[in-house]
């Protein structure tokens, strides 16, 4: 065999053996285990405690050392998660940080080591009222391994109940904003509530009712309930979406916190609607099947869909929604609508080009300047947006193109009615016409999966002509 077509087989051989090898190397980091995760007692003044805990690791990590440090107990503002306080910043009358100890502050593991080992909790005469609180934080030391310094680390709360003490679960409300007003977004009103007790409590509901000047009610909106704790002198917000329509004018928004359908505190803010407000549409859904054309269309016809016969080879769900979160970065001279939502349920390509119809917002022709032509439909996928060629009804107020695969759209101000212009280098640009699908068949491949299978041709043709 020459040289030259050794070169040949080895060559796609050593590419498909390096991508299995830095597959390979993707190794998780280090988990401890820690026994005795969460520490909650009802204590008695004046009594010393001893709770068994301990901390392992498996055979196949590295040895490491870990710090086991008793720290203050934090809380972010938003979801409530536990945050280890130094003893600088732990200033709360309600800590326990100082009432613990443990027998040392690092500890050895060797690979599948086990080391046990007791937190001594001694509660003073004069403890007060109510509860104490800490974390014991178990992480990598700064000291140990360079396995250890990416491995994980555990938090371990501690709730010390004091017998016979009154408990006081209070609240005040901080501060009540109201997110900017978009059409197609939710209102989000956000509430601060800080624990004003000395006892923790979970399970916040934040309640909204908005009404107008005349003060009718024009609607209400709620939060989920907290599943996080709130530990006295903590502060949690809460967001609730706020998703009914309104007329221009002004409105008060008056917020309410509820534990357990008590209400802690309640506070009130107003805002002004400039335009008229359009919240986001319901989603919907439907099923297609490759021997029948069918349509998805939102209520209010907002957003239509028609796939026609053969656009899928087997019967699938498909399903639009709202985009609330923030959209991707767009392409240079692109500005965002206020139109966004997603489509799933198809993976791949269509077979044959769906065609989608949007009605745009007036804050979407405000985003164009009011330049009804400027506006396009994009899609994100593959990293990267596509502007598709848009056919706009100023009449009707519509967007329509057509496409042959789903994800993220948004309605966008491009710098043309094209979309050519605008979209980034070397995205793939819809033609909006004719057969679309892996080689016009309508497969409805992964082009992941179709360059997979490039690939492994190119070894084995490679290997064949040996």
């Known amino acids: ?25 993707i190794q998780p980091a280090a988990a401890i285990k820690v026994e005795g995760s969460r520490i909650v007692l009802d204590v008695v003044p004046g009594t010393t405690y001893t709770f068994p805990m ?46 613990i100890t443990v027998p040392s502050p690092v500890i050895d593991l060797a690979p599948g ?36 310094s990416i491995a994980t680390a555990i938090i371990v709360p501690v709730a010390l109940t004091i017998q016979n003490s009154k408990l ?18 939710p209102i989000k009103v956000s509430t601060t509530l800080e624990n004003t007790g000395n006892y923790y409590y979970r399970g916040l509901v934040n309640q909204v009712t908005m009404t107008d000047a005349s003060g009718n009610v024009v609607g209400t909106a709620a939060s989920a309930p907290t599943t996080q704790s709130l530990i006295p002198g903590n502060s949690v ?26 209400v802690l505190d309640s506070n009130s803010t107003s805002i002004t609607v400039n ?6 549409f319901q989603t919907a859904n439907v099923t297609i099947s490759p021997n029948s054309p069918a349509t998805l269309s939102v209520p209010g016809g907002i957003i239509s869909i028609s796939f026609p016969q053969g656009s899928v080879l087997a019967a699938t769900t498909v399903t639009v929604s709202p985009y609330t979160g923030t959209l991707p970065a767009l392409p240079a001279g692109a500005t965002a609508g206020s139109t966004g939502f997603s489509v799933d349920g198809l993976n791949g390509l269509l077979a044959n080009d769906a065609t989608i119809t949007v009605k745009y917002s ?38 329509t193109a057509s496409t042959n695969r789903f994800s993220t759209w948004a309605v966008i101000a491009a710098q043309s009615s094209s979309g050519a212009e605008a979209a980034p280098a070397g995205s793939a640009r819809s033609s909006g016409t004719g057969k679309s699908g892996f080689m ?12 997979g299978a490039i690939g492994f041709v190119i070894i084995a043709t490679g290997i064949k002509r040996k």
């Not at 001594?120 to 104490?132: D, H, K, Q």
């Not at 800490?134 to 396995?147: C, D, K, N, V």
């Open 168 to 185: 006081t679960e209070t609240g005040s409300i901080t501060n009540v904003s109201v997110g900017t007003i978009v059409a197609g977004q």
């Open 113 to 148: 080591q086990r080391t046990a080992f007791n937190a001594t909790i001694s509660v003073p005469l004069n403890v007060g009222e109510g509860g104490r609180y800490a974390l014991i934080y178990i992480h990598p030391s700064m000291t140990g391994s360079g396995q250890a």
């Open 440 to 451: 016009g068949l309508g497969l409805g491949l992964d082009p992941l999966l179709i360059i």
């Open 275 to 280: 335009e008229a407000y359009i919240p986001p």
């Open 54 to 99: 301990a901390i392992s690791i498996a055979p196949t990590d590295a040895a490491a050392d870990y710090a086991v440090d008793v720290l203050g107990f934090g809380q972010s503002l938003v979801g409530g998660s536990y945050t280890p306080l130094s003893a600088a910043a732990d200033t709360s009358p309600y800590s326990a940080r100082p009432f």
């Open 237 to 262: 917000r809460l967001d609730a979406p706020f998703s009914t329509p309104l007329e221009v004018g002004t409105y008060t928004v008056k917020s309410e916190m509820l534990l357990n359908s008590t």
């Open 362 to 399: 007036q804050a979407d022709l405000t985003a164009a300047g009011n330049d009804a032509s400027k506006l396009v439909l994009g899609r994100y996928d593959s990293n990267a947006w596509t502007l598709l060629p848009t056919t706009v009804d100023t009449n009707a107020m519509t967007l």
């Open 1 to 25: 065999m020459s040289s030259g077509n050794l070169t040949k087989i080895r060559f796609p051989i050593l590419v498909f053996v390096f991508f299995c090898v830095a597959a390979c190397a």
